[in-house]
């Protein structure tokens, strides 16, 4: 597809599971980023990739959040033991270089805590 | 607080009027970017302005850029009922060492168009 891609949609699971969620960028962007949007909030960075550099971790708020990136491609955010304050929906954007350049953003999963 | 701010929180308006919303940031940029965003769906990218532009159009968009001021404002022009939506800024913060690598986004600015 032309866009970024993320999956699930919708992801509703129990306090202390596992979730993992997918993001795929736009073919050749090198740049990836995942954010956190809590309801009627603004975005809040998590992690960012840039090629083969070490990612950018400072935005991840504990040590339950974790991301990979193989390559220049698919992207997967975990969240290990969820707890009720995870709920809200997380966004990838992918972008040609950076943050000087505009960036493509998926729909995002909207994640649900029970 | 947040480096971006805009301002007002909502807006109401009718179809054709204009909308004016602001934006408040900190920091030096290396440039400032709107998005918008419609309800359940990720953000779409608007215009992107430099630190050493003043103002920037993009069909009825305006968006101008006060460095002085550390503050931009998106002006939307002939305003339609599928304007409606929140919109965002976001600030590519400048940093001695080659330049910020991610966007900080305000909390954004709900409009709404009523026909």
């Known amino acids: 597809g032309a866009g970024v891609s993320q999956s699930p949609s919708n992801k509703v699971t129990e306090k202390g599971k596992d979730v993992e969620l997918r993001c795929d960028p736009i073919?050749?962007?090198?740049?990836l980023y995942w954010y956190r949007q809590r309801l009627g909030q603004g975005l809040e960075f998590l992690i960012y990739?840039?090629?083969?550099?070490?990612?950018?971790k400072s935005g991840l708020p504990s040590d339950r959040f974790s991301a990979e990136r193989t390559g220049e491609s698919v992207s997967t955010l975990t969240i290990q033991r969820t707890q009720q304050e995870d709920s809200a929906v997380y966004l990838c954007?992918?972008?040609?270089?950076?943050?000087?350049?505009?960036?493509?953003f998926g729909d995002g999963t909207r994640l649900s805590i029970l | 607080s947040q480096q971006g701010e805009e301002d007002p929180q909502a807006l109401s308006i009718q179809e054709g009027e204009n909308a004016t919303m602001n934006c408040s940031y900190k920091?030096?940029?290396?440039?400032l970017q709107w998005y918008r965003q419609n309800s359940g769906r990720g953000l779409v990218h608007l215009i992107l302005?430099?630190?050493?532009?003043r103002e920037k159009h993009s069909g009825r968009l305006r968006v101008t850029l006060d460095t002085s001021k550390k503050s931009s404002s998106l002006l939307i022009t002939a305003s339609r009922a599928a304007d409606t939506a929140s919109y965002f800024c976001?600030?590519?913060?400048?940093?001695?060492?080659?330049?910020?690598?991610?966007?900080?986004f305000g909390t954004g600015t709900q409009l709404k168009v009523e026909l």
């Open positions: 954007a992918s972008s040609w270089q950076g943050a000087r350049e505009p960036q493509h």
């Open positions: 073919s050749g962007h090198t740049a």
């Open positions: 920091t030096s940029i290396n440039n």
């Open positions: 990739f840039q090629g083969n550099s070490a990612p950018d």
């Open positions: 302005i430099r630190s050493n532009e």
């Open positions: 976001a600030t590519d913060a400048f940093e001695l060492t080659g330049g910020g690598n991610k966007l900080t």
